[in-house]
Every structure is written in C-alpha cells, then in structure tokens.
C-alpha cells in the first residue's frame, strides 16, 4: 500500500539546569539539535526553546506551569513531534506524551533515527539495530509505534501507516542474539579484508573529528573520491577508505569515519567500535576542527574524550588539522594561520580553496618516514613463514645467507615491526 510522504512538524526543547561547570552555551546546544533534527527527511523544525529549570522533574521532566504554557504552543503550532535535547526516561516520556497528545523523542532516540536512515553497509545497519534495540530495552515495556518502512528509519517519529507492535524484553534479546550472530559474520569479512590490507604496508592515516567539521571535503580533495559531503550533521557514517600517493612519500591508505558528537548515546560507542576500529590501527591521526565554529574548543573536547575512551594508543601521532579558515574574516583567519604556525602538530587549513593541504599532506610525508627504522633480524632456514612475510611487506633493504640461515636488514614502520613479532 502506497502512502504519501507527509512533514512531521516538530519542535525543540533543550532543557538547561544551571550549574557552574557548563560547558556548553544552552543556545549552541539548542542550535546543535536543531540541526540533528533537520538532518532526518520529512520533519520540518517549526520553532525550538531553551527551558531553563531549577531542577529536573522525576515525574515529568517540567513544572507543571511549563508543561501547560508548552502545551498551549504546541497545539496552536499543530506540532506532531517533540525533540528533547538530552536524557528523557520512560515515566517522563509517558507522561508528556499523554499531557500534550504528541509524540516524543529524546537525543539518544533522535541520533539513533538518524543513524539509521543514513546506514548504507550491511555492518552499518546491524549496528543501529543493536543500539536501537539496546535502546528499547531500556524503556518500560509498551507499546511502541513504528513508521512503515518506505524511509528505512527505526520509526520513532512516526508517520503515516503506523501500526502498533508490542515488543517485551525476551523478543527484544531474542532479536539481539540473532543480531549479534549476523555481525559477527560481517566483522569476520571485514577482518579477512583488513588482515590483506595489512598485507600491503600502507600506512593508515585516520580522519576523525566533530560532526559536520568538514572531514569529508578533506578526503575528497585530497583522494578525488565522491563521498557525500554535506554541510549536515553525520553526513557520513560508513567508513570509508582509499589510497593516497603521497608526493614524495609512502602511499597511504585514508579513512574517513563517522562524526563524533557530544553525549553520544551509549550504545552507539559500543556499536560503533568497530566501525572505528581503523582510528585504532592508525599510523597518524588528523583530528579535523571546525576552527570557524565558535563551540570548536568545546568540540575539540568531546572528540579527546571519544577517543579515549575508544582506547587509542596515546603514543599514536595526532596532527589538529584547524578547518574552515576560508569561513573566518580577514584578520581571524591571519591570526588562526599564524597561531596554527606556531606548533608543529598544527595546520590552518581550507578543505574547499585547498589553502594549506600542501603543507599538511608534506608533513604527513615526513612524519611517515621519520618513523620507519632500519633493524638487523636473523630467522633459521625452518622460518619460512616469516621470511615470505617479509617479502610479501617489502620491508627488505639488504639479505645475507647465513650458516644456519638468514640476516635481513628490514626499513619499517613501528607497526609493521609488532605485525612481525606476532607471527
């Protein structure tokens, strides 16, 4: 049965208690989901508010003079949808939900939609299923509406065709071990392709960064790919890969990955680790920054901590790569470049003018080569395995038989040195 695509008219709420130690503006957070809100397809952001709070309301999240002077809005706007920019639990939901006749949606829920209507891969689908699932589980069991699949969202918000389905937690964890089983299966694929790639010694160099900071146009510039760059929150998820001949240097294998975001849900870190898992096999990391964004400080935070907590060798090599300068006025964007000059592990660069990739790319080069090391190794005539392993990575500069074998003088990366040491 076919259904016309309708607009769900939505509106933001960002609740703010105020505490001392904020990092963020309430208005930058606000404008922040507003933004994640217009990246789902068919939702059209009627109006958003900041709600400051004196505290949070177990029950309903609001006082109840708010949650009259918003339900007086909303209906007068004909608002379907609700956003809430933060944590909202099952009982507030509820209850908001049956005050103002709408339907509601929390940050992780919001993130969550969206992921799923931008999966392409078949990893990258599995995983927002899992989360969204995980999600679920989290809430009191009810009944939960879902959207039919035309647009392949998870079907929080709603729309036309909806249908009630009642999903209790043993159906939830049936679904999830089958999940697992199916992604396991995808990851194993995914691995035999990683472990040829290692095969060939292509140093890894990892784009990571704040969503929509512009990681994308970098990639494309610099690899003449066509992966979709949109000035959008999470316009890329899958990763994506490619090789990069480096003037006078290494090839390189780039990746592109998906844009970190503050408050990231929970159980997207966990589903995600894998899709991150060349940010942990990087031989350099560029940690791409919106420099024209004035949350870029606070940003640049929440991608250190992501990191972090994905456990990336602090031994890796970070490059801050300061993006967007063509975006800053005359004399901000000669004081960002001369603040970047001034520490070696800084570029100012412009993804669209290329103003300052040269520069990036040389020192990429560099750092690439001062990393390789010469080493003497000596294997028997029975360590044929290590020998072709050797050749297959052409690490070899010199090779002498020995009486009970052979010396090799190897030129390689650190982690060409540790893949050897496992064999």
Known sequence: ??????????????????????????????????????????????GADVVNLRKIQPGQLFGSGKIEELKTKLKAEHIDLVLIDGPVTPVQQRNLEKEWKVKLLDRTGLILEIFSDRARTREGVLQVEMAALSYQRTRLVRAWTHLERQRGGLGFVGGPGETQIEADRRAIDEQLVRLRRQLAKVVKTRELHRGARAKVPY???????????????????????????KDMLFATLDPTMRRL?????????????????????????????ATLEEVLAADIILHVRDISHSESEVQAEDVAEILSSLGVD??????????????LEGDDAEAMQKAAAR??????????DGTGIEELLSEITQRLQAELTV???????????????LFEENVIEAEEQTETGYDFTVKWTARQAANFRKL
Do not use: C, H
């Open 1 to 46: 049965m076919e259904y016309e695509t309708q607009t769900t008219r939505a509106w933001v709420l960002r609740p703010e208690v105020k505490s001392a130690d904020a990092r963020r503006e309430a208005s930058f957070a606000l404008e922040e989901a507003v933004s994640l809100a217009a990246a789902l397809p068919d939702l059209e952001v009627v």
């Open 203 to 229: 140093p890894i160099v990892a784009l990571v960064g704040y969503t929509n900071a512009g990681k994308s146009t970098l990639f494309n510039r610099v690899t003449g790919a066509d992966v979709l760059a």
């Open 343 to 352: 520490n070696e592990d800084i570029f100012a660069i412009s993804s669209i």
């Open 245 to 273: 001949e480096l003037t006078d240097g290494p090839e390189v294998i780039l990746s592109d990955t998906v844009g970190f975001i503050s408050d990231l849900p929970t159980e997207l870190v966990a589903s995600f680790r």
């Open 375 to 389: 080493e003497t190794i000596s294997l028997p005539f029975s360590a044929g395995k290590e020998r072709a392993w």
């Open 314 to 327: 602090e031994d890796t090599p970070q490059l801050e790569v300061w993006n967007k300068i063509d975006l």
